[in-house]
């Protein structure tokens, strides 16, 4: 576990070996039955055939609007939801249906962020009873010292110092920037390999996202985390991931380089996603490729293409053609009958 | 003055406890509940001590002592025995007390476990759980109590189990839906990703937040199962060697105190169940409001308006928008302090801005600036702590500070409209929208008439791009964005000039902002709006706004038309919101961060507000308050850099 601490040599660290490997996950949801004496049942088809690979030390943000399954994508990678179908591989081994002990043993290493840190710490907990509690569940660090270490580097490590002042503070008597960072303490502290953070800076300021995503690059750096970071907005992310993935109705429908895919997006909703991010200058004032309306519910998907009815570029063949991703450069790939190779 | 407020010191408590003490104190009725509820105790605690006879002994007791009236030997006077009435109070509230706090101790215990353990394993053990309580709620219990206390010895222990064992089915059910409640907050899920076990979960997290709710209940079955002794003392079912309230009614009753006209001996016991009861009532209350938040009063609540004059400098606004729009608001030296027990924070000051027929201000800074006070400031609605130090708004010719309650609600609606933070969550989900787009226009229009009225809601759903077909649709079958353009539709339907979008699109996906801020700028072009556009994000607002305010720590910092502001800007802080942004065109740029926050509102820096977190501080800036420098006609900027060459 040492190394974990020591400093990376390069300027981003990334392994070719993979820490997270995801094959043809699908997790559907029942959704009401067809009717009183139908055997015929419905389903939200939130996660829909995913394949991802994710190195050590690699950043993947997987980008896409509310619906699209992306958190539901996080909640079943961390063991929260019983995949459908599809494995899900950590550090080489197959996690996708564990014992709820063997679960436990991995939850150490991967561990999550959430959306809201107004909602995601306990109110009558302290800052310390907070950060100290992963170590309890896992029986860690069994003497007080030790467990006390820990925690005040834990703590210090996300940004809050002098991290004794915070202790026997409770989540109400902090900002929303340092709750964020007391949640990523929270996680820090049991030493995970894979962070998944579900939207951790969407509820914040402008000024503080910067900050907690320095923290995460910061974090990657010198602990060669593996981060999947999970955003509805492309803009915040484009200094820090490796890797961009979009997801729209269950589906990836674009991957690849984070160059690749903020300048040279191929698929129309990417481009769509990339024209409607702010511009802090009002002499950049540009056309914006707004979509209307809203991610379609997954229960009914459209047929053919599932992004047609919103597509300002669909054709009458992205009716009947489901695309599957089409390679386009080693790295990059998207899924759209428009794309010529 | 600002050495004063230096040393106010923060209004948040450091513990919960603390916290709660403080709202509890503040309700007198609760307090009073408490002091007459140590006052029984004491008593029955100190019997021995206090009591000036022994109820016990019969020393001493001749026969012309029976139902002897109050006197200065026996304050109470004596009941059937000639024994002391008062002595016997004190007595009997031990027996009494005893009986309540365990019996409720019982049923709290069984309610708790039973209400958790259902509300948080749900399926099938919560539907075996809960039927089971519905169906222990459906006998009577008083009638069982009676039977089951007259088939079994009557013993205080009896007693006790009895009517602990059947008074938890309330306790269950809130405590059911209390733990239903929490399990389904975030933080429980975050333990479950650590990887906490149910029990963990239960003790650690769902437990703290389950016991207010516990102790307010717990509170009331005590009241009950005194209540409940004493009807079964009084019918005869009492342990005759437990002397309670009940049993010393019942003894009365039963050797002839009313046809002596022995009324002491009644009212001795009675007075005590009514006080006891009432005790815990006004203790459950008091509880009950400090414990829930809910039960405060509400932050929009009308407060004191009252407008003090207070010598300022005046800095006028400039006046550089479109000279040839008509000016619709005029803002001058706006100051708004929250008053908190005695304590001043200044949480807007000397605020100055004009806005004319179709521009559309930019009002940007981090949470915690002031914005939403300024804009509350504006409609007169600051919550009650809040008042209006002085400045003018003028609109339409009017100063809106100087207007009545009756006035200023007219305007509200009809003049300026205001789409909140969040509203996608104000819409009332048992009722449809059309309704509730109607219902807003008949509030403020009440002799519109019913017959057009149909049209209208069409109309508006119409300009916000919602089909009319969804007007009888109910908000849960609204998407976000929708019940985001709903909420301006509902702004929109007095015809106001002005509206101000407090953070309309801050839980918003950035497709769906987007799809706001064109409906927004559409709007202000088709209905010649003003718009108030209040946000923490720069980006948002460099998209369509005419000019820009920046706020820091309640005071301007920069004012300008938006070209200044985000090519030009003068004040540190606007510079660093700026580089705070990411640039899409340099990708390997690592994103630059203000570091800090902003001052707490009552622990202001006696200099310039910004200069704890400016990178660009010197000595000056950390004693003197920087006055508003008018750089050119269109460019307002607070700093003192800008003075020098």
């Given at each position: ?86 494995t ?20 150490r290493?991967i ?32 003497h007080?010292a ?8 834990a ?35 049991l ?29 990657r750096?010198?602990r ?6 999970i ?39 990417t ?16 056309k914006?490729m ?22 300002p ?29 | ?12 408590p ?23 509820l ?15 006879y ?9 026969s012309?002592?029976v ?8 304050w ?5 025995a ?12 031990r ?16 309610g ?5 353990v ?5 399926g099938?053990?919560e539907t ?59 933080f ?15 003790w ?33 079912l ?66 004191r308006?009252?407008?003090?004059k ?20 005029d ?18 000051q ?38 209006i ?8 010719g ?38 509730q ?5 008949l ?12 049209d ?5 759903l ?24 709903a ?30 801020l ?25 998209e ?14 920069e004012?300008?038309?938006?070209d ?58 950390t ?11 269109n ?11």
């Amino acid at each position: 576990m040492k190394h974990i601490f020591s400093v990376a040599p390069v300027k981003r660290f990334m392994s070719n070996e993979y820490i997270l490997e995801v094959k043809n996950l699908k997790k559907y949801f029942p959704a009401g039955r067809g009717g009183w004496f139908s055997r015929h049942n419905s389903f939200v088809h939130a996660v829909d055939d995913i394949d991802l690979q994710l190195r050590r030390g690699e950043v993947i943000a997987l980008v896409g609007e509310s619906g699209c399954g992306k958190s539901t994508l996080a909640l079943t990678l961390m063991g929260l939801e019983q995949a459908t179908a599809g494995t899900i591989c950590f550090e080489g081994k197959d996690i996708t249906h564990l014992s709820d002990q063997e679960r436990k043993a991995i939850r150490r290493r991967i561990q999550m962020v959430f959306q809201d840190p107004y909602e995601s710490l306990n109110p009558t907990q302290t800052i310390e009873e907070i950060v100290t509690e992963p170590l309890i569940i896992h029986g860690l660090a069994s003497h007080a010292a030790e467990r006390r270490e820990r925690v005040l580097r834990a703590l210090e490590d996300s940004g809050l110092k002098p991290a004794e002042d915070f202790l026997h503070r409770f989540p109400h008597q902090l900002s929303g920037g340092q709750r964020q960072r007391v949640v990523i303490a929270g996680a820090l502290v049991l030493e995970p390999h894979l962070l998944l953070a579900d939207e951790p800076v969407s509820m914040l300021d402008v000024s503080i996202r910067a900050e907690i995503i320095n923290l995460l690059a910061d974090l990657r750096q010198a602990r060669h985390i593996s981060i999947l970071f999970i955003t509805h907005d492309l803009g915040s992310i484009a200094h820090f991931a490796d890797r961009v993935a979009v997801m729209y109705l269950g589906r990836i429908v674009e991957i690849g380089t984070t160059r690749e895919v903020l300048t040279a997006p191929q698929h129309p909703y990417t481009q769509a996603l990339l024209s409607v991010i702010p511009v802090p200058n009002p002499r950049l004032r540009k056309k914006r490729m707004i979509l209307h309306g809203e991610t379609p519910n997954p229960i009914n998907l459209p047929t053919g293409c599932r992004f047609h009815p919103r597509c300002p570029l669909a054709r009458d063949d992205c009716k009947r053609i489901d695309p599957r991703l089409i390679q386009i450069t080693e790295t990059h790939h998207a899924a759209c009958i428009l794309i010529s190779k | 003055m600002a050495v004063q407020e230096l040393e106010l010191k923060p209004s948040v408590p450091s513990s919960p406890l603390l916290g709660f003490w403080n709202v509890f104190r503040k309700n007198r009725m609760a307090v009073l509940g408490l002091f007459m509820l140590l006052i029984i105790i004491v008593l029955a605690v100190f019997a021995d001590i206090l009591a000036p006879y022994d109820p016990r002994s019969y020393e001493d007791i001749q026969s012309s002592d029976v139902y002897q009236p109050p006197s200065a030997e026996h304050w109470f006077g004596t009941d059937d025995a000639g024994k002391d009435v008062l002595s016997g109070f004190m007595y009997g509230a031990r027996i009494s007390l005893i009986v309540g706090f365990f019996a409720a101790f019982i049923s709290i215990f069984i309610g708790g476990v039973i209400g958790i353990v259902a509300g948080f394993f749900g399926g099938k053990i919560e539907t075996f759980l809960m039927r089971f309580t519905d169906l222990m709620l459906v006998i009577p219990d008083l009638p069982l109590i009676v039977v089951i206390v007259a088939l079994t010895k009557p013993s205080l222990l009896n007693i006790i189990f009895v009517i602990g064992l059947l008074g938890w089915t309330t306790t269950a059910r809130v405590v059911r839906s209390q733990t239903l409640a929490v399990k389904s907050r975030k933080f429980v899920l975050r333990a479950k990703a650590l990887g906490a076990g149910n029990w963990h979960i239960i003790w650690h997290h769902i437990l703290p937040l389950v016991m207010p709710i516990l102790v307010v209940n717990a509170v009331l079955v005590i009241s009950l199962a005194i209540l409940n002794e004493s009807t079964l003392s009084f019918i005869g079912l009492g342990d005759p060697t437990a002397i309670s309230w009940g049993q010393m009614l019942n003894f009365a009753f039963g050797r002839g105190a009313m046809s002596v006209g022995a009324w002491w001996a009644l009212v001795a016991p009675g007075f005590g169940i009514v006080w006891v009861v009432l005790a815990l009532t006004l203790l459950g209350n008091g509880l009950e409001q400090a414990l829930n938040p809910r039960l405060e009063s509400h932050h929009l609540m009308p407060g004191r308006q009252t407008v003090q004059k207070e010598a300022g400098e005046f800095s006028p606004a400039p006046d550089f928008y479109r000279r040839d729009a008509p000016l619709l608001l005029d803002v001058q030296n706006l100051s708004v302090h929250y008053v908190n027990n005695g304590n001043v924070a200044k949480a807007v000051q000397n605020v100055s801005f004009k806005l004319h027929e179709g521009e559309l201000l930019g009002l940007v800074g981090e949470s915690g600036c002031g914005k939403t006070t300024l804009m509350m400031a504006l409609l007169r609605l600051l919550p009650s702590a809040g008042e209006i130090a002085s400045g003018h708004v003028y609109f339409a010719g009017r100063d809106l500070m100087a207007l009545s309650e009756e006035e200023m609600a007219d305007v509200r609606w009809s003049g300026i409209s205001i789409i909140f933070q969040g509203a996608m969550n104000a819409l009332n989900p048992v009722r449809t929208v059309g309704d509730q787009i109607k219902e807003a226009i008949l509030k403020h229009i009440p002799e519109f008439p019913p017959r057009a009225l149909e049209d209208r809601v069409v109309e508006l759903l119409d300009l916000v791009g919602i089909a009319a077909e969804h007007k009888d649709h109910f908000p849960h079958q609204y998407s976000g964005g929708m019940r985001q353009r709903a909420m301006i539709a509902m702004a929109l339907s007095c015809n106001p000039q002005i509206v101000i979008a407090d953070e309309p699109t801050t839980a918003l996906d950035v497709m769906i902002q987007a799809q706001i801020l064109e409906l927004l700028d559409e709007l202000r072009k088709k209905l010649g709006l003003a718009i108030i556009f209040v946000t923490h994000d720069l980006g948002v607002v460099a998209e369509m706004c005419d000019t820009v305010l920046v706020m820091y720590g309640g005071v301007t910092a920069e004012y300008a038309d938006v070209d200044t502001i985000y090519n030009a800007p003068r004040h540190p802080y606007t510079q660093e919101l700026l580089k705070a942004f990411p640039d899409l065109s340099k990708l390997e740029r690592r994103l630059s961060s203000i570091p800090g926050y902003p001052p707490k509102l009552d622990a202001l820096p006696p200099g310039c507000r910004f200069a704890p977190r400016c990178p660009l501080a010197f000595e000056r800036c950390t004693r003197e308050m920087p006055a508003l420098h008018v750089l050119a006609k269109n460019h307002v900027v607070s700093c003192h850099l800008v003075e020098q060459p």
